[in-house]
């Protein structure tokens, strides 16, 4: 049976699309390469009982989201899309319960930077105002920008010796990854594209958007094949 991998929907708390209304929604390029990588998406609004709802599932795809809030003022000039109360705590509470599980797990974008702050990392809130020296991050386009992959890495297993080109959609960032958690990859302005959990099946945050890249995606892949070997294994 092919592997099923849960992916939390975003939430639209303020009436962005009609007032008075939430939404849940997301991205579909993250189910298409799920499915395109031989895994099974399942959609996961936020609801309470995650104890049962994490056993239903061989792996945990958190996607990219809205802003993490600073717990410090920033300039003015600096604009936060927060992400909804009510999805952080559902976020938080299923990534938990997934690392307490063992369960496979790959974090992108805003998924990587609550990955880091579960372990007690720290983050950017924003890259121009903490890195002034940083490129720009906020291209989405393919190969706008290179990385550097420690050789020793689930990723350079996924992606091979060498610099990789990715995209990047985001000015928030990882400061620092957190315990047990490892830097792997780096832009080539220091920023830090990737982080693995040490001793882990399988767990890793990205930076970029692996989602808009190749079909299937090595990351991808590589993923899938992890939650495949896990789905013998009872959460």
């Given at each position: 049976?092919e592997?099923?991998?849960?992916i ?5 708390a303020?009436?962005r699309w ?6 849940h ?12 990588a031989g895994?099974?998406p ?33 300039p ?26 063992g369960?496979?797990i ?8 609550l ?9 950017h ?30 990723l350079?297993?996924?992606f ?16 620092t ?10 832009a ?12 882990s ?10 989602e808009?890249?190749g ?5 991808f892949?590589?993923?899938?094949a992890?939650c ?8």
């Amino acid at each position: 049976m092919e592997p099923r991998i849960g992916i939390p929907l975003c939430l639209d708390a303020r009436g962005r699309w009609k007032t008075e209304r939430e939404y849940h929604y997301i991205d579909s390029a993250y189910a298409r390469a799920i499915e395109s990588a031989g895994g099974t998406p399942f959609y996961l609004p936020i609801q309470s009982n995650i104890s049962t709802l994490i056993g239903q599932f061989d792996g945990l795809l958190l996607p990219g989201g809205d802003d993490l809030i600073p717990p410090r003022p920033y300039p003015a000039g600096v604009v936060f899309d927060p992400v909804p109360a009510a999805q952080l705590e559902f976020d938080s509470a299923l990534l938990d319960a997934a690392m307490e599980a063992g369960m496979p797990i790959l974090a992108i974008c805003y998924g990587m930077q609550l990955l880091a702050l579960s372990a007690g990392g720290s983050l950017h809130y924003d890259i121009p105002t903490d890195l002034p020296g940083a490129r720009n991050h906020q291209n989405p386009h393919s190969g706008s920008h290179k990385i550097e992959i420690e050789p020793d890495s689930r990723l350079a297993v996924a992606f091979g010796p060498g610099p990789l080109q990715v995209n990047s959609l985001h000015h928030q960032g990882v400061a620092t990854p957190g315990r047990k958690m490892r830097v792997t990859a780096r832009a080539q302005d220091g920023l830090i594209e990737a982080i693995e959990r040490e001793g882990s099946r399988f767990c890793i945050g990205v930076q970029w958007h692996p989602e808009k890249l190749g079909n299937p995606d090595a990351l991808f892949r590589s993923f899938v094949a992890a939650c495949a070997a896990a789905q013998d294994t009872e959460y």
